[in-house]
């Protein structure tokens, strides 16, 4: 490899050489795109320093500040000089700028925008070769080695070329993205631009004017800047920074806008891929400085049917976090989500809860809610029903032996040994676990029908009779494993609020410290042995961990329901009494029948539910299973941590015979994949799978501080807390507003100290929506922003009827409305 070459000479194949920027550079340059001429420091001149200053980076590979200083004032070889300098001759002398290509940057995940130094307008044979020098100790920054580390990129393998071009005294110059980079939309070029040189708006000095394009390069919004700097070559070498805004900037030319329309469209077509160009005007002529892929770019938009937006509100809380590969090849398609397809497939439905998650680089990257088809099943779809309900009570479902098998199948999986398990059989055992959970799909297909039919038979006769308002209510006396679950808690927290010494304690959500109760701590696993496989944040995900796996945030729930007795009224028991006072209910034949009615319809909702929860008894059983291999695949050097293992999919590890004798190139494939999933997951961290706005489309809120789908009704003024996650559970105040993203069954427990609910996600049909019922407090599903617009302590008042939060008409003490039967805060 030469020392310098001609950017001509590179392309995509020569990261090695020339770094990302410069090989993409040569790539464009080879493809007839306008780019300044210039020639690369390879990275071969790159280790000839570090072998002349005896610098050994895999010692030193995180010792940023001393191996920067070491890089800037080492003396470079004489023949690396000597190329440089007769480089720099050949491209006429004059001004250059220089600039860094590290051989990780510019690529898919990891673009290392701004991580390493840039050298505009430098002017001399010497200030360029310090130039160079200067770009190689940018490899070793803080906020460089920062960026490596959050990306999984070794930084004992990197090398650094260094790209020399011509200089370009730019009149404008800026960044084009060649897809939206807020929307996703593909057919918008945008364009931020201003006076001078690309650097003022690169490094966010100024506020750019700003255009977005469509593939012709017609304007279609435009909005101006403020010029706050503008940078500029200096005589002699370097920049100039004048300051000061001009009122009425001038827009580029329409000629300007339509080249770099053609050239985004045609680079990004070149590369397969959405880029982020960076670009000057100069001479009447537009150049292209450096091209790299577009990072943390939503998925394209979607326009979405009814259908899809009702299923998609489901879906949204389902998956509030991005899922693993491990998660698309294990508990996705054979736990919940996979359990429904199957039923809905078996009814004539089909494509309902199937291939709704779609990956990019091996990593999810967009959600986008089916649209389900009949097949021609769904013609016998009526007799099926009816035969089943006839033959299925789910009254007694727990006794099908089905059910039975089911449970002690999987009790016998948890009790197995995993660390004593050879390979062998510890790689098959994730499947042992998702083939055990089959028989639930069977037991839903045939206990469903009769449910339907008796919450339907029980809805009609109360529309009947008028009462159909009391349905909710009525339905509440159910007895579930849910609501064993929060009595359970209730009973945990009723022994903390009798032992301050505990209170403490549990305030502190020690878990460690618990074993100086004995009783609570006995009583406290057992509590975990029971329910610890409830989910923190989606039942359909394994990688997020369970209550038995996180036990502070039970701790947490004990916490807040210990700070003050469970209140209300018994609403079942109300309904029923408000019901049987109709006059039609006298006879009691017909009151014998109506309650039979009410007790199916009960039975019906309680399977539902339990069959949930029995569903995921095997959940920390398939995780614990899947951490055990991640722990020998770490012993093993494939991995670093033994969660690390969630990058993988299920065959790719079922294909490892024995990881200790993996040879360097199986090993090395293996650390490279996950490394490449895990620089791609942290490049879309803060991209969602699918924007909201198009499941739950903006509603016209007059002065509502949000607004989303009404889902129980009633008013209240309370204090917001905002609760993100299962973790943030022992912050909440007894009697605010619970503002979330999303719930699922583990966030019960607040319900009932909660004095109304708001939502982001979701719709009336969804978990959040029917508890809020049962315990008759206000809640709003779908508003999208209201845990970004909502803050702790705010007061404001929820109309579960309107669904609108708004600001309190009159004011208000928060003290006084944290409880809502408070004046101020009172629930209608």
Known sequence: MALVSALRTFGRSDLAAAGGKGANLGELVTAGFPVPDGFVVTTEAYEAVVRSADLHLDQRAEDG?????????????????????????????GPVAVRSSATAEDLPGAAFAGQQDTYLNVVGEADVVDAV?????????????????????????????????????????GVMFTADPVTGDRGRIVVDASSGLGEAVVSGLVTPDHYVLDRRGEVREWSPGR????????????????????????????????????????????????????????GGRVWLLQARPMTALPPPPVRLNRFQRRLGSVLLEYVPVRPYPIDMTTWLPHGPAGL?????????????????????????????????????????????????????????????????????????????????????????????????????????????????????????????LRRGSLMSDL??????????????????????????????????????????????HREFTAFLAEYGHRETASPILVTPPTWVDVPETVLGLVKVLAAAPAGGVDRAAEAVRHLFRHPLLRAPQRRRRVERWIEQARAGIAFREDSHFYFTVPLPVLRRSLLEIGARLRDARVLDDPEAV???????IEAVDDPAALGEDALGGLRAVVRARAARREELRGVRLIDPRLIFPPRRGGDALVSGTPASGGTVTAP?????EAADFASFTDGAVLVCPYTNPSWTPLFPRAAAVVVDSGGTASHAAIVAREYGIPAIMGTVTGTSVLTDGRLVTVDGDTGRVTAPSTPADPSASADPSASGGSAS
């Open 646 to 652: 969630f990058h993988l999919r299920l065959e790719e």
């Open 340 to 464: 429904m397809a199957r039923v809905t497939a078996y009814f004539g439905l089909r494509g309902a809860f199937e291939d709704f998650l779609q990956e990019h680089d091996g990593v999810v990257d967009r959600l986008v809610p089916p649209s389900p088809r009949p097949s021609p099943r769904v013609l016998g779809t009526p007799f099926r029903l009816v035969s089943l309900a006839r033959r299925h009570d789910p009254a007694r479902w727990t006794t099908d032996p089905r059910f039975v098998a089911y449970l002690a199948r999987v009790r016998d999986l948890a009790d197995r040994d995993l660390t004593a398990m050879p390979w062998t059989r510890l790689v098959r055992f994730p499947r042992q676990v998702l083939d055990a959970v089959q028989p639930i799909a069977d037991l839903r297909i045939a206990y469903l029908p009769r449910t339907g039919l008796a919450l339907v038979r029980l809805l009609v006769a109360l529309k009947l």
């Open 720 to 724: 917001v807390k905002v609760i993100r």
């Open 475 to 520: 339905l509440q006396g159910t007895r579930t494993r849910t609501a064993d679950t929060n009595r359970a808690l209730e009973a945990l927290a009723d022994r903390v609020r009798r032992d301050q010494r505990l209170a403490d304690v549990v305030g502190r959500l020690d878990v460690a410290g618990l074993e100086g109760f004995d009783d609570f």
């Open 227 to 282: 010029r706050e700097v503008v940078i500029r070559a200096a005589e002699g070498g370097g920049v100039t920074h004048d300051r000061g805004g001009t009122a009425s900037p001038s827009r580029l030319p329409a000629d300007v806008l339509a080249d770099l329309a053609r050239f985004g469209t045609g680079v990004a077509a070149h590369f397969g891929r959405p880029q982020d160009v960076e670009w000057a005007w100069a």
């Open 65 to 93: 500040s001393a191996l920067r200083a070491a890089f800037e004032s080492v003396a470079v070889p004489d023949d690396v000089r000597t190329a440089i300098a007769e480089a720099y001759a050949a491209l006429g002398g």
């Open 133 to 173: 020098r200067r770009c190689w100790g940018s490899l070793w920054t803080d906020r460089a080695i920062a960026y490596r580390r959050a990306r999984a990129i070794d930084p004992a393998g990197l090398r650094l070329a260094v790209v020399v071009q011509r200089m370009v005294d730019a009149e404008a110059a």
